[in-house]
């Protein structure tokens, strides 16, 4: 009976010393556990009393025998280094994997860019920016595109005879011309009632409805005009415009009438049209009425550019309505005063611009307008004075600006040769 309990009892005491080996172990293992998970979410352990923690221990064994001081800090400073080093590869590596398996839009790219690059993108844009706008102003001093094999070009002198018998010897290098005073006097045509394209003389009558709304007192000169993002669509010749820019009303006239800037003349027309574009041309299209010229010239834009670059018919105009059109124009005092101006500057003299009208004082050329497209050639519409009488020439369709401009001095030259001034008329001598 001895001997059995007796073995009993070393059973059992057998079986409690696994037991409680065991629990101590299953305790341990789930200690290490809490303590690694706790390390990797980045959470500080509460070890008891009488454990120090692990990383404790290491910044002691590594300073033992070490003076506290430069020495140390630095090491530590360059253990922070390294482990942000660390970390960002890390995430590099994440995000690399994370985008070979699902690549996101563009759109989405530039959303998810870190701040600082994004920065660093913002001032290269910037610095970008200012670059084009540097060589931009720059070319604005620039003539039109020259072409010297056409410009030197031999073209047939034709013989053309006005009404009162004066021989007008022109090259055919151009589709129509007239010549008037101020009264509406014709002295000589040539092809004046076909419809052509009118490219930027079409600005003319975009410049008259303005300064419309500024003699009426609804607008002014010295208005700010914001730039809204329609205008920065339209090429050709421009100035550096950016959406949200502030201009002076003033400034944007100047643009277009100087250097017939079509960025410039749309900024006008949402301003004036409230908006819209399309409520300014109706308002142009309602002066023509006015004029008595709804059949001589049809107007679709306040620029003139071409179908294919509006996606609205072409403007076109006779020869004459341009001539008709003049004499209006040159009523607005201030305008022509504009667009006899050769050279100036605009927006705080950080844009220079000249114009586009290289006749501007030479036999007392005065204005009024250029055009050019590649449909509509060169066009040109100019006032002069012409023994102290005031004169109106207008050109369609040269070749080039220098063959359009030299039929002007062409036709300069016969008035000054063949006619004068008797009684406030221009007659033959």
Same mark, same amino acid.
């Given at each position: 009976?001895?001997?059995?309990? =007796? ?7 057998? &079986? ?13 293992? /789930? #200690? ?11 959470? !500080? ?11 404790? #221990? ?9 003076? /506290?001081?430069?020495? #140390?800090?630095?090491?530590?400073? @360059? ?30 790219? %530039? ?11 913002? =001032? ?20 039109? *595109? ?10 047939? $002198? ?22 008037? @005073? ?10 004046? @009632?076909? $419809? ?6 079409? +600005?003319?009558?975009?410049? $008259? ?11 002014? &000169? ?35 009438? *100087?250097?017939?800037?079509?960025? !410039?003349?749309? !900024? ?20 023509? %009425? ?86 509509? +050639? ?16 207008? /050109? ?5 600006? +220098? ?8 036709? &300069? ?7 004068? /001034? +008797? ?7």
């Amino acid at each position: 009976m001895y001997k059995k309990l =007796k073995k009993i009892f070393l059973v059992i005491t057998i &079986l409690g010393a696994l037991f409680t080996n065991t629990y101590t172990n299953e305790i341990k293992e /789930v #200690q290490l556990i809490d303590d690694f998970s706790a390390e990797l979410l980045g959470e !500080a352990s509460n070890p008891g009393p009488a454990q120090k923690p692990p990383v404790k #221990q290491e910044e002691q064994e590594a300073t033992e025998g070490k003076n /506290v001081g430069e020495e #140390q800090t630095d090491k530590q400073e @360059d253990e922070i280094v390294e482990n942000k080093d660390e970390n960002q590869q890390k995430e590099e590596t994440v995000n690399s994997e994370e985008n070979s398996e699902n690549i996101p839009k563009k759109s989405e790219v %530039k959303e998810e860019k870190p701040k600082e690059n994004l920065g660093k993108i913002e =001032k290269i844009t910037e610095k970008n920016e200012k670059v084009k706008e540097i060589k931009e102003d720059k070319n604005l001093a620039l003539e039109e *595109v020259e072409n010297p094999e056409k410009d030197q070009q031999k073209y047939e $002198m034709i013989k053309y005879y006005s009404a009162d018998g004066v021989e007008w010897e022109l090259p055919g290098n151009f589709r129509a011309v007239i010549v008037g @005073d101020t009264k509406g006097n014709v002295i000589f045509a040539k092809d004046a @009632d076909t $419809m052509y394209p009118l490219a930027s003389v079409t +600005k003319m009558m975009s410049l $008259m409805v303005t300064f419309d709304e500024i003699n009426a007192g609804k607008i002014s &000169l010295n208005d700010s005009v914001r730039i809204s993002k329609n205008p920065l669509k339209y090429g050709g010749s421009g100035i550096p415009l950016k959406a949200g820019q502030m201009f002076v009303l003033e400034d944007l006239i100047k643009a277009s009438a *100087v250097y017939s800037a079509n960025n !410039a003349t749309y !900024a006008i027309a949402e301003y004036v049209g409230n908006g819209s574009v399309f409520s300014f041309v109706a308002k142009m299209n309602k002066k023509l %009425k006015e004029y008595g010229l709804q059949n001589e010239i049809k107007y679709h834009t306040p620029a003139g550019l071409p179908t294919r670059v509006t996606k609205q018919p072409m403007d076109e105009g006779t020869a004459r309505g341009i001539y008709k059109l003049s004499i209006e124009a040159l009523k607005y005092k201030k305008y022509i005063e504009i667009a006899g101006i050769k050279s100036t500057k605009i927006y705080n003299g950080k844009i220079s611009i000249r114009n586009r009208n290289h006749l501007i004082g030479e036999n007392g050329v005065y204005g009024i307008k250029t055009g050019f497209h590649k449909e509509a +050639k060169y066009n040109i519409a100019v006032a002069s004075k012409f023994e102290d009488t005031d004169i109106i020439i207008v /050109v369609m369709g040269g070749e080039t600006y +220098k063959t359009r401009d030299g039929i002007v001095l062409s036709v &300069l030259d016969i008035l000054n040769n063949n006619y004068t /001034v +008797k009684n406030g008329l221009i007659k033959r001598k």
